[in-house]
């Protein structure tokens, strides 16, 4: 497989994003024309530098309004198409992209469409270059591909096919399957973006809210593998305009890109009964089934270690060869640790997870190039591997025990015997991100762990909407939701969004927090209106609003079951929450989540 970005997809000069693109792996690029006039190199030097790097040029884009219109226009039309085809032998490129008329089209007339295509495609021909004809979904009387392959039919000319774009195809919900009917040899280009379902006009969303495959909303797989049937064998191109890609390190972003097409490869593969050779599946992933650990990381943990202890964690003992520290409660296992760590307020800093297949996610990590968590370990040690996800959080995977501790717990000595709990496990971790890598976060997750996002939310704070999105494994073994704060606040924390928390799991959460009263533990308070609001809402008796308003719990209710859950004070950039779910209900307690926000701010 052939793999191509535009680059309009990323931030810097042309020649930034040539050694971006390189780097990342891609094979080829389309050169955006803006990039180009905004770069001070000649085109002869853009060419040679991409043929240093090794990448082809392989579309230039894009050449607007040749077509549907009065012969006056297209007489210009042609002084127009002379110069780019002029350029575009200088550059080395072969194939222009040609969107459908939006801005001068006024003769809604297929036969007329064509015959201008074909003449454009006579002079193409003279220099050497092909025409790859587009419908944009906002094109004044072609926004359908259907249309734009009718024209290219009568035109009948063999430099001119047509472009098929899935964000201009899905966006309008037009059927894939007349794909089939194109043949391979006159798709002459495929360009590739993801979406999340919106309800705005399309030229905004197109220019705003594209994303990289298996990021949105769009069936990709189902697209592309049409696209492989019908005999296509160019380059998979991303085209992706997003306002973040844009403000955002061209490497990086290039590197993100360059995985959302090999993860759109395996799915591809995967889905076709009689998929090409050229086509590679990725190794199969083993979806967690747990939260193994998490882990908490400080210059003094000392803080932590109170506020467990209140809760009725367990000091498990210290780490025979690191500064490091094990509490537990049942299956909840919390890391504190204080190495390397000077100047750090508390934080969490990785989470581990339980799969069936440590070695097949560790090879799929590894085809999927993400950045790789390094941890020191002795010949005894047990061997965690890991990987750094885009908001930094380092996430390492273990094979699950058969039974019991899993192994690396008995590498922490002289702690006390466990004591008993009502808290049996991790029931989420939310994971606070950057706003710039929510959305590369969401593909580290769903590519290398096959989570799936359930659900999205907006969740209103005192500093404004904070978006949430969660992603869980087959199963509900393990919840991550991704959060990302207002822009303000992310600013004013100089780009980290909200502080993280852990939530566990609990049999009986008023036992739990009836305990670690006892303790003298210290909940996050909450105001008397959120429990007037409870007795409003839900028909409780006034003994258990009484009882709720006296532990500082909160409570939700939905068709399936209920959740009572409470938290506790942010400490550094973390704090805890303690959950009962009570049969089947699967949210968080959005209800809450606002007077949560609020009562942190407050402190």
């Known amino acids: ?275 090409p050779a050229e086509l590679q599946m990725l190794p199969d992933s083993a979806a967690p089934s747990a939260v193994d650990f998490v882990e908490v990381k400080a210059e003094d943990t000392s803080a932590i270690e109170e506020l467990l202890g209140q809760l009725g964690f367990t000091p498990r003992g210290r780490h025979r060869t690191k500064p490091v520290t094990l509490w537990t409660a049942s299956d909840a296992r919390v890391v504190l640790n204080e190495q390397h760590a000077r100047g750090w307020e508390p934080r969490l800093a990785a989470i581990g997870l339980e799969v069936d297949d440590a070695e097949a996610v560790d090879l799929r990590m590894r085809e999927l190039g993400v950045p790789r968590a390094y941890r020191r370990t002795y010949a005894t040690e047990e061997r965690l591997d890991g990987a750094i996800a885009p908001d930094g959080t380092e996430v390492y995977w273990a094979q699950a025990a058969d039974e019991g501790d899993p192994a690396w717990v008995q590498e922490f000595e002289h702690g006390e015997p466990e004591l008993p709990t009502e808290i049996t496990g991790v029931d989420h971790v939310s994971l606070s991100q950057p706003w710039d890598a929510v959305e590369e976060a969401t593909l580290f997750y769903t590519a290398g762990f096959a989570l799936r996002v359930d659900s999205s939310t907006d969740v209103p704070g005192p500093q404004g909407l904070v978006a949430s999105r969660v992603l869980v494994a087959a199963g509900g073994g393990v919840r991550l939701p991704l959060n990302v704060a207002p822009p303000i606040l992310a600013a004013e924390r100089a780009g980290v969004a909200l502080p993280q928390h852990v939530a566990f799991v609990c049999a009986d959460v008023r036992a739990v927090a009836r305990a670690a009263r006892e303790r003298g533990f210290a909940p996050l308070e909450m105001p008397a209106n959120y429990y007037d609001d409870i007795a409003a809402r839900f028909a409780l008796s006034e003994a258990e609003v009484d009882e709720l308003r006296e532990l500082h719990l909160g409570y939700d209710q939905d068709a399936a079951g209920e959740y009572l859950h409470f938290y506790t004070r942010t400490i550094g950039e973390v704090f805890f929450e303690f959950v009962q779910r009570i049969d089947a209900y699967a949210g968080f307690g959005a209800g809450t989540a606002p007077v949560r926000l609020t009562a942190q701010g407050r402190r």
Request: with cysteine.
């Open 1 to 275: 497989m052939r793999t191509s970005m535009a680059t309009v997809c990323i931030s810097g000069t042309l020649a930034d994003k040539l050694h971006a693109c390189a780097e990342a792996g891609f094979d080829g690029v389309e050169i955006f024309e803006p990039d180009l006039l905004a770069a001070p190199e000649s085109p002869e030097e853009i060419a040679a530098l991409a043929g240093r790097l090794g990448l082809s040029l392989d579309l230039y884009q894009p050449m607007r309004d040749v077509e549907g219109v009065d012969e006056e226009i297209f007489a210009s039309v042609l002084r127009r198409a002379e110069a780019k085809f002029r350029l575009m032998n200088r550059l080395g490129i072969d194939l222009v992209l040609c969107c459908s008329n939006v801005a001068t089209a006024t003769v809604d007339d297929d036969d007329v469409s064509a015959d201008q295509l074909r003449r454009l495609g006579d002079l193409a021909a003279g220099y050497g270059i092909r025409i790859a004809f587009e419908a944009l979904a906002w094109g004044r009387f072609v926004d359908d591909y259907r249309r734009a392959w009718r024209i290219v039919e009568l035109a009948d000319h063999p430099a001119v096919g047509v472009c098929l774009d899935s964000f201009h195809i899905l966006s309008r919900g037009h059927d894939p399957a007349a794909i089939s009917g194109i043949p391979g040899e006159k798709i002459f280009f495929v360009q590739l973006a993801d979406a999340p379902r919106l309800s705005m006009d399309v030229l905004s969303w197109s220019r705003h809210h594209r994303l990289f495959p298996g990021e949105g909303d769009f069936d990709l797989t189902d697209f592309t593998a049409r696209i492989v049937d019908a005999g296509y064998t160019g380059p998979w191109s991303l085209e992706v305009f997003n306002d973040t890609f844009r403000q955002t390190d061209a490497r990086r972003t290039a590197r993100h890109a360059r995985r959302s097409l090999r993860w759109l490869e395996d799915a591809v593969s995967r889905a076709m009964p009689d998929a």
